[in-house]
């Protein structure tokens, strides 16, 4: 059996560890999207000095909060009457770790899934407000680390709060999915003998989330897992969907109305756009929507630069591989257990990869700018679309830089070295022109092709002048 390690997230605990140092007391809050790590991270990082350690229950009623905490009071020696409200469970807690607190030594109170816990009319936010105000920082020693796949909640009730824990959080920490390179390591630890683009296409389906990525066999091809843990009945991501959205939002409704709709034009709808289709009011809820899909990582938002290249404004796309895999291919539940291997060079999964590609290069814009050799200069990198119905068109990525240089980015997923034909080589100087027209810039305009294998030699290569590859993108 593999012995438990912390792949990839060396940054994240080298920055607890660092909280943990400080000789005051800390309230770090960690977030981020369901199946990320947080937990995991948290445990490797700091279990040897918890004093205390519970979790809210998931969907969990009033009653069952309160047992499940009472039960993690009872396994620190608790031995007063059964609490039936927050303000008596943290006195409680209060209490029977203060014999214990150890002068000097860093101990830690971990409170994992803590939004469960706000059950409505138990007021929960105030009394965990008290506690940190009335106990916690009367101990230099302690450090309180709240957890959450709730994105929104966390925002609006401990990072937001304009009571009791009114800026009180010491550490904001957002943990995002693996790139390419934490994938690469995780998979390298797991000895699997894939090549790189096997590692890509398994991002390209489960996104950088560890937990899915575990549940891959070392032996096994990228197409077999994904048959068996999507398309098999019993795979056990056949329902990650449902759950993954029931376990964030108390009303999912909305958040999965704005995703089906978005999922369903590639190029990304604007907040007006969206607002349409949903026949809804283009109100403070919608916003906050976006928001929380934003911060959960299942939306990006896209800067778009408009005339003169000055005025800006925005899209927003899936940025989510999981979620962007189901609606393409599993929403329509096929009855096929072996359906990626059956469609593996259909026309429409070579389309969902350079769909795909393009999400993987917005997720590794450093690596990209180092490749071109320009992370030492100062950028902005956006997209742009063509207001004029005449000359249609739309440009992904376009790197603006200090130097008045634009790269003006396309890319190509390919299994071998891509080729320039006359009709792509024409399609490019035309989008180029209509950008230069359209915006009036007077930054020179520098073609970049990013490519999984690089650029075959032909007539139309050599005016490319910057060249990105897959190996690229798997840098640090």
Same mark, same amino acid.
């Given at each position: ?148 796949? @709730?994105? +929104?909640?966390?925002? #609006? *009730?401990? !990072? %937001? ?6 800026? &009180? ?115 403070? @809820?919608? +916003?906050?929507?976006? #928001? *929380?899909? !934003? %911060? ?6 896209? &800067? ?173």
């Amino acid at each position: 059996m593999e012995e438990v390690q912390l792949i990839g997230r060396e940054q994240e605990k080298a920055m607890l560890t660092k909280y943990g140092k400080s000789g005051k007391a800390e309230f770090v809050a960690v977030y981020g999207r369901r199946r990320v790590g947080k937990t995991f991270l948290i445990k490797q990082t700091w279990s040897d000095s918890f004093v205390f350690e519970t979790s809210g229950v998931i969907q969990g009623t009033r009653d069952e909060q309160f047992a499940a905490f009472n039960q993690s009071l009872r396994r620190i020696g608790y031995t007063g009457n059964y609490v039936k409200n927050w303000m008596d469970a943290f006195f409680a807690l209060e209490q029977t770790i203060t014999p214990r607190l150890e002068t000097g030594k860093r101990q830690v109170i971990f409170i994992d899934e803590l939004p469960c816990m706000d059950v409505k009319g138990t007021r929960f936010v105030v009394a965990l407000g008290h506690f940190w105000n009335s106990f916690v920082t009367n101990h230099n020693n302690l450090m309180l680390i709240v957890c959450s796949s @709730a994105t +929104s909640w966390m925002v #609006d *009730n401990i !990072v %937001n709060n304009h009571g009791g824990l009114h800026n &009180r959080i010491t550490h904001l920490m957002h943990l995002h999915p693996f790139q390419l390179s934490q994938c690469e390591q995780f998979f390298h630890w797991r000895q699997m003998a894939w090549d790189r683009l096997s590692m890509l296409q398994a991002y390209m389906v489960f996104g950088g989330i560890p937990y899915y990525l575990s549940l891959i066999e070392p032996n096994e091809s990228v197409t077999d897992a994904v048959d068996r843990l999507l398309f098999s009945k019993n795979g056990e991501l056949h329902d990650e969907y449902n759950r993954l959205f029931a376990s964030l939002f108390s009303h999912p409704e909305p958040y999965l109305d704005i995703i089906r709709i978005v999922a369903a034009h590639r190029y990304g709808l604007t907040r007006d756009e969206l607002v349409d289709i949903l026949k809804k009011s283009n109100g403070g @809820a919608i +916003s906050k929507q976006l #928001d *929380n899909l !934003v %911060n959960c990582d299942f939306l990006r938002y896209h &800067r778009v630069r408009r005339k003169k290249v000055g005025k800006t404004g925005g899209y927003y796309t899936l940025s989510d591989f999981y979620v962007q895999f189901y609606h393409s291919f599993l929403e329509s539940q096929p009855n096929d257990e072996h359906f990626w291997a059956h469609h593996l060079q259909s026309p429409m999964v070579n389309t969902y990869w350079g769909l795909s590609y393009e999400r993987v290069c917005e997720e590794h814009i450093p690596q990209i700018k180092k490749a071109i050799g320009i992370d030492q200069i100062g950028t902005e990198y956006y997209s742009w679309r063509s207001n004029d119905p005449e000359q249609r068109a739309q440009i992904d990525l376009l790197i603006e830089r200090a130097d008045r240089i634009i790269n003006m980015c396309e890319i190509k997923y390919s299994t071998s070295l891509y080729l320039i034909d006359k009709e792509e080589d024409m399609k490019f100087r035309t989008r180029q022109g209509i950008f230069v027209a359209q915006t009036g810039t007077r930054y020179g305009v520098q073609p970049t092709y990013i490519t999984t294998y690089g650029l075959a030699r032909g007539a139309y290569a050599s005016s490319i002048q910057k060249s990105v590859t897959m190996d690229d993108l798997f840098e640090e």
